[in-house]
């Protein structure tokens, strides 16, 4: 093949993936409809004003677009009750609830997390007032060292947003991206099945 001439129009790969990169970040930064006809401008690598809504509550904060949700809200926002175990998104500690979903805050990047609305364990409780889920995590006993029970305690949380009334199979699957080393997963079963802890109140 014939060496391609200095003036002769050509797309290398790094110029691809510069073009692809930035467009993906310009489209977390800006919302899909906003980017939509605008030029493609790189973000970062230094950091960038972003805004998070957090437990009702607006966050404004500088990261490089590279910082996870749960770097954020952890070692930037001191929000701490969510937790960092494996940090590869396989153990379901870090849970948090976006727009009525779940998500692993560990494999979310905090810059593409604009405009929704993000809730954490410290947002169930109205002050010292258990969130049902929370209470009926304590009096099944659904924990044991604590580390696991912020993630198992959103997921439950979402789950019964969604269906107030699951069956054992349905708690399960719902459940079943969250580890407990400490084995306790009878007892987290039976405080998501608890018919108080039903009674959720919606965030």
Same mark, same amino acid.
């Given at each position: 093949m014939a060496p391609r001439k200095k003036d002769q129009p050509g797309f290398s790969r790094r110029t691809f993936l510069k073009t692809v990169g930035a467009g993906g970040v310009a489209a977390g930064v800006l919302g899909p409809k906003a980017a939509e006809g605008q030029a493609v401008k790189a973000v970062g690598p230094g950091a960038v004003p972003i805004q998070l809504n957090i437990n009702g509550k607006v966050h404004r904060l500088e990261v490089e677009p590279r910082v996870t949700l749960l770097?954020?809200? #952890?070692?930037r926002l001191n929000i701490t009750g969510v937790k960092r175990v494996c940090d #590869?998104?396989?153990?379901?500690a870090c849970t948090m609830i976006v727009d009525g979903e779940t998500v692993y805050a560990c494999s979310t990047l905090a810059i593409e997390m604009?405009?929704?609305?993000?809730?954490t364990v410290e947002g169930l409780a109205e002050g010292t007032v258990l969130h049902p889920v929370q209470q009926a995590f304590c009096e099944h006993d659904g924990l044991m060292c604590g580390f696991c029970t912020p993630g198992f305690?959103?997921?439950?949380?979402a =789950? =019964?947003?969604?269906?107030s009334k699951p069956t054992k199979e349905q708690?399960?699957?719902? =459940?079943?991206?969250?580890?407990? #080393?400490c084995g306790t997963y009878a007892r987290v079963l039976e405080a998501a099945l608890d018919p108080?802890?039903?009674?959720?109140?919606?965030?």
């Open positions: 770097d954020a809200v #952890r070692n #590869r998104g396989a153990c379901g604009q405009g929704k609305m993000i809730r305690v959103t997921a439950t949380v =789950l =019964l947003e969604k269906n708690a399960r699957r719902a =459940l079943d991206g969250n580890i407990c #080393r108080k802890a039903s009674g959720v109140r919606r965030g």
